[in-house]
T-cell receptor, first 114, second 107 residues
Framework: DAMVIQNPRYQVTQFGKPVTLSCSQT?????MYWYQQKSSQAPKLLFH???????NEADTPDNFQSRRPNTSFCFLDIRSPGLGDTAMYLC?????????????FGPGTRLTVT | DAKTTQPPSMDCAEGRAANLPCNHS???????VYWYRQIHSQGPQYIIH???NNETNEMASLIITEDRKSSTLILPHATLRDTAVYYC????????FGQGTELSVKP
């Protein structure tokens, strides 16, 4: 059974045209994360929500925003995508223990900006 | 910056044990060692984690040295489906991925 679901799996958008990626979870986890993974690179954390508390990484561009309307859903909004935002976007969840806490990843959304 | 060092690539024969090393010499006393893997074009998958003691689950074993400055992930009988990038991560609250080890399991 799918636990972390991401939609769509593939998305093509035009330069500057806003795009929203979706993530949902059936694990009832407290924390939801968004990562960006560019080609041949490791995943890089953009931000996360602990319940309703939003935590942004220091080097995440302002162009990237997120919303978490309820426990199950989290969205990644890219306000004005640039060509450099072409990447795989990964959503993950965890219970929220500070140290002893594995993350569960979705399959990712592959975004192409043209 | 990632706090771990891993070899960029390794090969393993199918059916043999794959031993993937990781150095984490700056690990703090309360930080866990986590291993994830990422099969091509999929999301990362949690494998195992530990603090001080060796750990084993249905996927793998984790051996942590007594000084906790290094660890080894062991896949006891590697199969072709184990071909992936393996990430060793020292977690102090959030995952910071290094470049990982690209494991190729060959027939």
């Amino acid at each position: 059974d799918a636990m972390v679901i991401q939609n769509p799996r593939y998305q093509v958008t035009q330069f500057g045209k806003p795009v929203t990626l979706s993530c949902s979870q059936t694990l009832n986890h407290n924390v939801m994360y968004w990562y960006q993974q560019k080609s041949s690179q490791a995943p890089k954390l953009l931000f996360h929500y602990y319940d309703k508390d939003f935590n942004n990484e220091a080097d995440t561009p302002d162009n990237f925003q997120s919303r978490r309307p309820n426990t199950s859903f989290c969205f990644l909004d890219i306000r004005s995508p640039g060509l450099g935002d072409t990447a795989m976007y990964l959503c993950a969840t965890s219970r929220g223990d500070i140290l002893d806490d594995e993350q569960y990843f979705g399959p990712g959304t592959r975004l192409t900006v043209t | 910056d990632a706090k771990t060092t891993q070899p960029p690539s390794m090969d393993c024969a199918e059916g043999r044990a794959a031993n993937l090393p990781c150095n984490h010499s700056t690990i703090s006393g309360n930080e866990y060692v986590y291993w994830y893997r990422q099969i091509h074009s999929q999301g990362p998958q949690y494998i195992i984690h530990g603090l001080k003691n060796n750990e084993t689950n249905e996927m793998a074993s984790l051996i942590i040295t007594e000084d906790r400055k290094s660890s080894t992930l062991i896949l006891p009988h590697a199969t072709l489906r184990d071909t992936a990038v393996y990430y060793c991560i020292v977690q102090g609250g959030k995952l910071i991925f290094g470049q990982g080890t690209e494991l190729s399991v060959k027939p």
